[in-house]
């Protein structure tokens, strides 16, 4: 459990923001993605969320539920999402991995099982949007025993009742969801990020990563003066998209168009000094 920890370490030592990017696995096709997964860390990528793609992405807006229909379409599982992870390994050993998603494929797979390929495969930690701290049986407490970090969320709305429960047994980082509603489909309120970020900080020592509606360098940048990370995920699953042919299938600008979006956020978080 010491990647994703010790990547926010040591960024923060260096006096900047990780940068967190999120693209869906096997999207558009299992070939590609994993191209585009590979590329992620030369372009600037920190740490990288992989979506699990699920038929009813209840968190996510357009962009990444699209992603997750044409993943499924190619024949991504939560098996061959694994093997992507396994793959990747192969040839980077330090960027941390988190799985994002829900707990209808991973209950499917059976949670034991799961979580012992997960761990072999090389994932570091699990975000699962649908499963609050009340429900920490079923998912989290058991990947905290099997080595694995337990991400969660908290909102504008998480008050500081709230607050304390979300992060029992949380670990990694603390994803802060900086808009009401779902992915990609407005851009937060920056100037309330940053005391957002220091009151979820008056709670835990965990590092806090921003995301939702983050599109632009300028974006990640205003986050990143607030934030220990930017989170960035419906802007470069679009990137996949409009890099399509007419017929839905990756074509030779699809891998570059995600990894210049990445260098650009890259360049930009990283302009932004601690």
Known sequence: MSRIP?????????????????????????????????????????????????????????????????????????????????DFRAGDAKTPIVLMGYYNPVYIYGVEKFLNDAKAAGVDGLIIVDLPPEEDAELCLPALKAGINFIRLATPTTDDARLPKVLTNTSGFVYYVSING???????????????????????????????????????AAIAKGADGVVVGSALVEAVRSSLDGEGKATNKTVSAVTDLVASLAKAVRGVKK
């Open 6 to 86: 010790d990547t926010f370490a040591a960024n923060l030592a260096a006096g900047r923001a990780s940068l967190v990017t999120f693209i869906t696995a096997g999207d558009p096709d299992p070939a590609t993605s994993l191209a585009i997964l590979k590329a992620l860390p030369g372009a600037g990528a920190d740490v990288i969320e992989l979506g699990m793609p699920f038929s009813d992405p209840m968190a996510d807006g357009p962009a990444i539920q699209w992603a997750s229909m044409r993943a499924l379409e190619a024949g991504m599982s939560l098996k061959k999402t694994l093997e992507m992870v396994r």
């Open 182 to 220: 779902i992915t990609g489909t407005a851009t937060p309120d920056f100037s309330q990020v940053a005391t957002a970020v220091a009151r979820i900080k008056g709670h835990t020592d965990l590092p806090v990563a921003v995301g939702f509606g983050v599109k632009a360098p300028e974006h990640a």
